[in-house]
């Protein structure tokens, strides 16, 4: 092994007081070849991440919050590894625009750290070509603040830009009079129903449609531990993958 190799990397928590976060300090505490060297949450110095030595931050805040955490940590030349949500297009452009600054620093992005989760999104990716109808059910619990979830608004985006290969038009729909909100949000042409609940984590199916049969597909996160084998991937990973990298799937393969 090189010297290189063998280094325990420097990790610093972003939300380190939230549910994810405090998961993300106990896996990274327990993994013998990461150190955790900074647990920084709302009103706490960003600069305490710094001065600790940091060579990659986690971070698991608020949409309100990620992208001013984002743009500190490539300024520093600070690795991240984000699980935060509300990840538009225009905020991945603009992540890719400070980036290019700073080409040696890399940031992984990623709506959903379950590798279960990833794989029911690839699997929904695959199957939206073959059924005219689809629809995203996301459930999780009532703590959460946005709606529809990373995950779902995702996995809607993937559909789309399949069933758009494969030259498919909308889903047939004839709702003609309908009370606000009934049909879901529509991401893409997809439509996406959210539902909050107590007891729930994190929770989705994605029912696909076509004459005679329906398909499921279902992902359950029932415990926050489900999230950490995928985030202490992106962790050793990112250091080794400059730019931006979204989504799990090309750490996995
Ligand atoms: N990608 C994934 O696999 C997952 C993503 N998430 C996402 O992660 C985010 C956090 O989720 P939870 O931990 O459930 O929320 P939470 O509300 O329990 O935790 C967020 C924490 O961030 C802190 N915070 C807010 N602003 C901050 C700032 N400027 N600097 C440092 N800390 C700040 C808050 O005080 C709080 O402790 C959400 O966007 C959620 O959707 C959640 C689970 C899995
Ligand atoms: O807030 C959560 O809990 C989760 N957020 C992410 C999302 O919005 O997709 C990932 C997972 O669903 C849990």
């Known amino acids: 092994m090189t ?3 063998n280094a325990v990397a420097r990790v610093g928590v972003l939300g380190a007081r939230g549910r994810m976060g405090m998961e993300v300090c106990k896996a990274v505490d327990s993994a013998s070849d990461l150190e955790l060297v900074a647990a920084v949450d709302q009103g706490d110095d960003l600069d305490a991440v710094a001065q600790a030595g940091a060579g990659v931050v986690v971070d698991f805040t608020t949409p309100d919050a990620v992208m001013d955490n984002l743009r500190w940590c490539v300024e520093n030349g600070v690795h991240a590894v984000v699980g935060t949500t509300g990840f538009t297009e225009q905020r991945l452009a603009q992540v890719r625009e400070w980036l290019s600054g700073r080409p040696g620093v890399g940031v992984v992005i990623a709506p959903n750290f379950g590798i279960g ?7 929904a990716a695959r199957a939206a070509r073959h059924f005219e109808s689809v629809e995203i059910i996301e459930q999780h619990h009532p703590r959460k603040l946005d709606a529809p979830s990373g995950t779902a608004t995702h996995t809607a985006r993937l559909i789309a830009a399949a069933r758009a290969d494969a030259g498919l038009g909308p889903a047939p729909d004839a709702t003609r009079d309908e009370v606000a909100g009934a049909r879901g949000a529509d991401i893409d042409g997809v439509r996406v129903h959210a539902v909050r609940a107590t007891g729930l984590v994190a929770h989705q199916e994605v029912l696909f449609g076509t004459t005679g049969e329906t398909l499921t597909i279902r992902h359950d996160s ?7 084998p995928g ?4 962790v050793r990973e990112v250091g080794r993958r ?12």
Not at 117 to 123: C, K
Not at 222 to 228: A, E, G, H, L, N
Not at 242 to 253: H, S
């Open 117 to 123: 989760a990833v794989l029911m999104m690839q699997f």
């Open 242 to 253: 400059p730019g931006l990298t979204v989504g799990l799937d090309a750490l996995l393969d």
């Open 3 to 5: 010297e290189q190799q």
């Open 222 to 228: 029932y415990d926050r531990v489900s999230f950490m």
């Open 231 to 234: 985030v202490l991937l992106a």
